[in-house]
């Protein structure tokens, strides 16, 4: 190839590298088998620290936010993993989090200060006071798609 061909060739610019999803920065498969599988083995403790980090709530704030001791809590770090039931509040919360985050196009601290905030679409609840059941949980998720799709009663 001479100088002349190797001008004509259009320049190599690499991909951009995309950014990791809000649960592969906490560790936890989005859903299905996998996830399944991590919660019913117990979700480790890392999940919870990271959890804190990206959601912006302090230890404490996400230990109240999922109904966890602070006993009960200092038991989990030393022991590594949380029960099946603690490990599902937390998905819980990562689930309701993501949604605020699509539903603030990314933005971490609108999303974070929406599930803090008492909601109409939730009969005056905040979001977060929802997480500690499945129920409650469902209607937060259905908040927000209905917040998507423009349709607030």
Same mark, same amino acid.
């Not at 991909?15 to 859903?31: D, I, K, M, N």
């Not at 912006?56 to 230890?59: D, L, N, S």
């Given at each position: 190839m001479n100088a002349a061909s190797a001008?004509?060739? $259009?320049?190599? !610019? $690499?991909?951009?590298?995309?950014?990791?999803?809000?649960? +592969?920065? !906490?560790?936890? $498969?989005?859903?299905? +088998?996998?996830? +399944?599988?991590?919660v019913d083995q117990g979700l480790p403790f890392l999940v919870f620290e990271r959890l804190a980090r990206e959601t912006?709530?302090?230890?404490q704030q996400l230990r109240?936010? !999922?109904?966890?001791?602070?006993t009960t809590l200092l038991r989990r770090e030393?022991?590594?993993r949380f029960t099946q039931a603690e490990g599902d509040r937390l998905y819980r919360l990562a689930a309701a989090y993501q949604a605020a985050?699509?539903?603030?196009?990314?933005?971490?601290?609108?999303?974070?200060d929406w599930l803090l905030c008492p909601a109409k679409g939730l009969g005056g609840a905040r979001p977060v006071d929802l997480l500690q059941t499945m129920v409650g949980a469902e209607q937060v998720l259905d908040l927000v798609g209905r917040i998507e799709h423009g349709v607030i009663a």
């Open positions: 001008a004509q060739l $259009p320049a190599y !610019v $690499p991909a951009p590298a995309t950014a990791q999803s809000l649960w +592969q920065r !906490v560790g936890l $498969p989005e859903r299905g +088998q996998a996830l +399944q599988a991590a912006g709530f302090t230890q109240e936010i !999922v109904g966890i001791a602070r030393r022991e590594g985050l699509r539903l603030w196009a990314g933005d971490a601290h609108a999303a974070h």
